[in-house]
């Protein structure tokens, strides 16, 4: 039995909404159907990990202004939280910690994708049979699994193919074994149809996978008996063809057998999944609101936490916990585009809880946001500036610098910084990040405009608010250098004639600006 829980939210920055909950009981043999028929179209599974979460995803959308020529609609990404109470997962299994365990080197990549983030990858999944091996099933080592170190990126596995070195006809691929993220556990499927060595030289096996694809893989194979000197042979996985589903680029990597294992450097110094991966003992509620508030800040994927002080009520009360670490937090908020949540409380032992996170950006990205940052201030702020010499400075920069992505794929301000586009979302970031750095009160704002969803900013000098829209102040198409100041320090009400937001959630802004001061 197993009880889940799908929570949707309002939009970014609203309140967290009153959930409805729908309780529904499922048969094991029907749940393993249905997580086989999502995966893979021609297997069926045999035993798995995965305890039931579910994904996360939501329409991302954003406001069009009603002027000529007119910005298509971006998208602003959404929390949309899943929780999934799962009675049976267990602690410290070697499944579970699977991920730890990454210690290949890196292949080489064929670099067709135009991604400025290439994939990252480590292990070849590979399978060696020793002689005399016949009759056993062979599984690939944790420490062989192919593993895209860099999934945060968007990277997932499209397809792959296994190849082999002296195996015989009779061999064959009997379990593919996979982990998919967001979220889930290290599972392992049967397959069939042309999985036998047969008379093929090399590769004699493909698996294609419904997107989006695993970020790990695995091989079980079935050593055939019989054969007089069974001898020693391997099996290896020699091509793998990546995508990347926010970019929808493309990449396939040549894979050889003998990838060797990693040396001391630890692969989280590439940004690898143990970088993502944290596991935290909490003793009471303040030290899991601790370990979750530092996760957010250090832009972890996933966290598994083992609570061990007083009752809580699930999810209720870790949702608490979340919300107030991005209330405090504006830029942190509209950085997460979604979460799951999963935990089980068996009578008698520790609470498990499980986050999986995802962000706009990683903290790879996170960190170039803030060295970039730093130095643009450094160049374009004067000394002596007043706070409000400061605003227009690096609100005219950001307008010039970066143009409005029309693709629409663009949401973060790393994007904005790196990439030199963005859609509102990165607009607001940015401009979010830049203000706070020069001690400037701003806060990030969500409604919509043109009937669409969008975000802006406010910001505050002497001690009254307005509000700044970026992305409305930036001609479409995108004109160098020209900034318009159409939707700069506007009150509520001048606002409300083209944007609506729910104002219970923001500081009124209600002063008109000066006139005099912005001419100065």
Request: overall charge positive.
């Amino acid at each position: 039995m197993r009880k889940e829980k799908t929570v949707s939210t309002c939009g970014k920055g609203e309140k967290m909404p009153r959930k409805n909950i729908g309780i529904r009981l499922f048969s094991i043999v029907f749940l393993l159907s249905i997580l086989a028929a999502s995966v893979f179209p021609a297997t069926h599974p045999v035993s798995t990990a995965a305890r039931g979460i579910i994904r996360s995803s939501a329409p991302r959308s954003e406001t069009a202004m009603q002027r000529a020529p007119a910005r298509p609609a971006g998208l602003l990404t959404a929390i949309t939280p899943v929780h999934s109470k799962t009675p049976g997962l267990v602690k410290e299994t070697a499944v579970q910690h699977s991920l730890d365990k990454l210690l290949s080197n890196s292949a080489k990549a064929d670099t067709r994708s135009q991604s400025q983030d290439q994939p990252r990858y480590s292990g070849n999944g590979l399978v060696v049979a020793d002689a005399g091996s016949g009759g056993k099933l062979l599984r690939t080592p944790a420490n062989r699994y192919f593993t895209i170190l860099n999934y945060t990126a968007g990277w997932r596995v499209k397809n792959f193919t296994v190849a082999h070195e002296g195996g015989k006809p009779l061999d064959y691929v009997r379990e593919i074994g996979h982990f998919a993220f967001p979220p889930g556990a290290f599972c392992w499927y049967s397959t069939f149809n042309n999985n036998c060595v047969g008379e093929k030289e090399g590769s004699f096996y493909k698996v294609a996978f419904k997107q989006p694809g695993p970020v790990q893989l695995g091989l079980a194979v079935q050593i055939w008996p019989g054969y007089a000197d069974d001898p020693a042979r391997l099996f290896y996985i020699s091509q793998v063809e990546l995508v990347n589903i926010k970019t929808e680029d493309t990449c396939t990597v040549e894979l050889n057998r003998d990838l060797p294992l990693e040396n001391e450097r630890s692969s989280s110094d590439r940004g690898g999944l143990s970088r993502d991966h944290q596991e935290k003992n909490a003793g009471s509620r303040a030290d899991l609101q601790q370990a979750l508030a530092r996760a957010l800040k250090q832009r972890t994927s996933l966290l598994k936490i083992s609570y061990s002080g007083g009752p809580l009520k699930m999810p209720d009360a870790v949702e608490a916990m979340l919300e107030e670490a991005l209330a405090q937090d504006d830029y942190l908020r509209y950085s997460l585009s979604g979460y799951n949540i999963r935990w089980a409380d068996e009578t008698g032992k520790d609470l498990d809880i499980e986050f999986n996170f995802q962000y706009l950006a990683t903290k790879k990205e996170e960190d170039y946001v803030e060295r970039q940052t730093a130095g643009i201030l450094q160049k374009i702020l004067e000394p002596g500036m007043n706070e409000h010499q400061k605003v227009k400075t690096i609100h005219d920069y950001i307008v010039a610098n970066v143009a409005y992505d029309l693709d629409r794929k663009e949401h973060s301000a790393y994007a904005a910084l790196a990439k030199g586009r963005a859609v509102c979302q990165g607009y607001a970031l940015l401009l979010h990040k830049m203000l706070n750095k020069t001690g400037i009160k701003t806060r990030i704002i969500s409604g919509q405009a043109g009937g669409e969803k969008h975000v802006w900013n406010l910001v505050n000098l002497n001690n009254n608010w307005y509000h700044i829209d970026a992305t409305w102040n930036d001609p479409v198409p995108d004109i160098p250098n020209r900034v318009n100041h159409n939707f700069y320090l506007r009150t509520d009400e001048q606002m409300s004639a083209t944007h609506t937001w729910n104002r219970t959630l923001y500081p009124a802004a209600r002063a008109p600006y000066p006139r005099a001061a912005f001419e100065q």
